[in-house]
């Protein structure tokens, strides 16, 4: 007789795949299954369409709607909204103004630009007026002599030389007038003369060499020599008395103090010191303090931060002033003729 073995209850059991077993590695090895957790997954999604359904409708909400075309369920949203929506309008409007604004400059500068061409011709026709009363005027000052020197000759003492002194002071100050304004009208400004220098490493050498007055004065007059002679920011009409023109934002005046020459001068000075970098990249060496080209070094220092204190700077100052000015001297037979 065949004894039958005994039957383990099932004590695990998924119903969603018909599965039982009494082994729980079984078990748990089942529930990790693919099959299972689709089957599990597909249940849930029934289970949530089905309660979805069982919900009652909600009612309609009352929508409130904005001008610009945005809808939004409370009354809040809406008034929020608008706030942003007026400053979007206003920031457009802004932006026309603005672009109004522009065009009504543009118009403004085109007339003004049509005004100065319209003022030219006038100006040309004033400045001969003027030309011509300084003429009559200058023919009434020399009938005003001519009667004073007959009295004195009738009287034995003539005073011709001082006439024709006066005569020829009156000429040269007409003439120094018409070169400035009209022969040199297209000349460069003082400070866009000196924007123009283009400096070598040489030029700071040569200061270290020849001293901060000969060494900046040699820069500013070689570049004077180079320009043309009606494009110079700078003339002098009567070197004895060192008396200098500037042209500085588009006008002549003349240098009652030296400020606008000097502050010319501090700018090249300060524009060939800055080369001090690149030239110590190039001469490793004036590390070295024993090596000749540590002396160099220091000599260039020393000499183009200029002068010790006040007193040294004023001289170097005048002497480079001085060299300037007989480069650009006017008539140099005429120097003490001209003011």
Not at 139 to 160: C, D, R, Y
Request: hydrophobic share 30%; with cysteine; proline share 2%.
């Amino acid at each position: 007789m065949v004894t039958k073995s005994p039957v383990l209850p099932l004590k695990f059991s998924c119903k969603l795949c018909d599965y039982n077993t009494c082994n729980k590695k079984d078990f748990n090895r089942h529930i990790s299954t693919v099959k299972h957790q689709k089957r599990t997954n597909d249940n849930k999604m029934v289970i949530n369409d089905n309660k979805m359904i069982t919900k009652s409708p909600k009612k309609p909400h009352t929508m409130f709607a904005c001008e610009c075309g945005k809808q939004f369920v409370y009354a809040s949203g809406l008034s929020r909204h608008k706030k942003t929506c007026d400053q979007k309008e206003k920031e457009k409007e802004k932006e026309k103004e603005k672009e109004k604004e522009k065009e009504k400059e543009k118009e403004k500068e085109k007339e003004k630009e049509k005004e100065k061409e319209k003022e030219k011709a006038p100006i040309d026709k004033e400045l001969i007026v003027e030309l011509l009363k300084q003429n009559n005027q200058f023919g009434s000052m020399l009938a005003e002599q001519n009667k004073q020197m007959v009295a004195l000759m009738e009287k034995g003492l003539g005073n011709t030389t001082n006439t024709n002194s006066y005569n020829t002071t009156n000429k040269n100050k007409f003439n120094l007038n018409i070169f400035l304004n009209e022969q040199c009208k297209d000349a460069m400004n003082i400070m866009d003369f000196v924007d123009s220098l283009k400096l070598q490493i040489t030029d700071l050498e040569r200061v270290g060499e020849l001293g901060y007055a000969k060494g900046i004065g040699n820069i500013i007059v070689n570049a004077l020599h180079n320009l043309d002679k009606f494009k110079r920011p700078i003339h002098c009409s009567d070197m004895k008395r060192e008396i200098i023109y500037v042209k500085d934002k588009d006008a002549w005046e003349k240098e009652n103090n030296k400020e606008k020459i000097t502050t010319m001068i501090k700018h090249v000075a300060h524009k060939n010191i800055k080369q001090l970098s690149e030239w110590k990249e190039e001469h490793p060496e004036y590390k070295d303090g024993e090596s000749v080209v540590h002396e160099q070094f220091l000599k260039i220092v020393n000499e183009s931060m200029g002068g010790h204190d006040d007193e040294e700077d004023f001289k170097n100052y005048n002497k480079i002033i001085q060299a300037v000015a007989k480069e650009v001297v006017i008539c140099k037979e005429e120097e003490n003729r001209v003011e």
